[in-house]
Structures are given as structure tokens and as C-alpha cells.
């Protein structure tokens, strides 16, 4: 009888990271939620503890302390990592004039080290099973809108710090990185924040897609990066954004 794989998910309480736990308990793993948010860490639990074998740590990504014991939990109850998808992040976006080195610093705290600090303390055990990390980046990597530098800057690092990871860590744990585009989570926020999505004609048509991302389009590329079938595929980075950053647009 094989063991059920085991998932660690940061920033899982809502939006991609609770999309993408809830496709992994469906496939019969164990997936542990950290995020700095206790009510919605415990709201998830409630609402999918019926669906598979989720845990809540509260961690804040940036403190290597935190950090560490996100790792030791996860064994102590567990024994085993085999997948860790760096999820959490945040965002302030403010003019390169008002922003401050605060800002700066929390948002690559969290975004960047934090990708960095769980990665670190997750790999010998991701050696031990062979496991997958996918990092989530942002196509704000790749493409700006103004008063975004520290946003733009730490996403920009998660694409670059996977590559840099895949080739340490080869070829016993594979590194990949999702880049998604406007993704609406209003329906994956937890309950009080909870809010149903109105899109206009023209947010969908922009897209040539056709329509706005949803948390599943990103859970579902999670899912088959982590898997055997995707065994030939490390140090890559997904562009998930529904086309929208493939299309040329003019000023009149």
C-alpha cells in the first residue's frame, strides 16, 4: 500500500493556495495550509477536514523562525514532505515617491525570502522523496503598471530563484514556477470577505481567452506539475494569464 503524498501550502488559507489544496485533498493527499491569517487558516480547515487530511500552521514566510517550524510540524505529524508549493504573497502599491524601504522590505520579505527560506528548509526532506516545488510568480515579472516596483521586483525573483533552485536541486526534486495573470479569487476569500465577481465585457475580451482566470486554472497546472507526468519538466516558468500578456495593444 503507497503512503498518500504529503503537500505544504503557504499563503493556503484563501484564493489559489486554498483552490489548489482543495484539488490535492481530492487526489487523496495530506496537504499542510500556512498562512498568517488564523481565521481563514481555521475556516479552510472546517470547511475541507471532511474532504481529506488538512493541517493549519500559522507562519509568516519571512521569519526563518516561523519557517522552521512550518517544516517540523509538517514532519512531526507526517514524517514526510513530497511537495511544497510557495504560495504566499502581498502587495503594496504605492508611487516610487511615497513608497517606503518598509514596504520594499516586507514585500520581498515575504514574496521573495520567503519562497527562499521555505524552499531551503523543505529540500533535504524534498531529496529524501524525490518531491516538486512550484513557486508562484506573477506575469508582473514580466510586464508593469506603474507604482509596482516591489511587487514587480519580488515576482521577478521567484522566476529567477526557480531556475536557480532547479539546477541545485536536481535531479532529486524538480523546481517549477507559475507566472498567473488577473486570477479572481473573490469566491476563495474566507466567508466574511467573501464576495461574487462581476466582470465587465471588456475585462473578458481582453483577454483571448476570453474570460478572467479562476483559482482552479492555476491548482489544476499545481497538480500536473507535481505529478510523474511531468517528470522531464524543472526550472521552467508558466505564463497562466489566459493570453492576455501575448497581445499588442496601440494608443489611438
Known sequence: MTRPLIAIITGGAQGIGKATARRLLGKGM?????????????????????????????CDVSSEEQVRRLIDETLERYQYIDVLMNNAGISRFRSLDDVTLDDWHA?????????????????PHLKQTQGAIVNIASTRALMSEPDTEA????????????????????????????????IETGEWKKERDRITPRHSEQDRLQHPAGRVGVPED?????????????GFITGANFI???GMTRRMIYID
Open 30 to 58: 495530506n496537504v499542510v495550509i500556512a498562512d498568517t491569517d488564523k481565521e481563514a487558516g481555521e475556516e479552510t480547515v472546517s470547511e475541507y477536514e471532511l474532504i481529506g487530511n488538512i493541517h493549519f500552521v500559522s
Open 107 to 123: 514585500v520581498i520579505g515575504v514574496n521573495l525570502t520567503g519562497t527562499f527560506l521555505c524552499s531551503k528548509y523543505a529540500a
Open 151 to 182: 511587487y514587480a521586483a519580488s515576482k521577478g525573483g521567484i522566476v529567477a530563484l526557480t531556475h536557480s533552485l532547479a539546477v541545485s536541486l536536481g535531479p532529486e526534486v524538480r523546481v517549477n514556477c507559475i507566472a498567473p495573470g488577473w
Open 218 to 230: 492555476i491548482a489544476g497546472l499545481v497538480d500536473y506539475l507535481i505529478s510523474a507526468e511531468a
Open 240 to 242: 497562466v494569464d489566459g
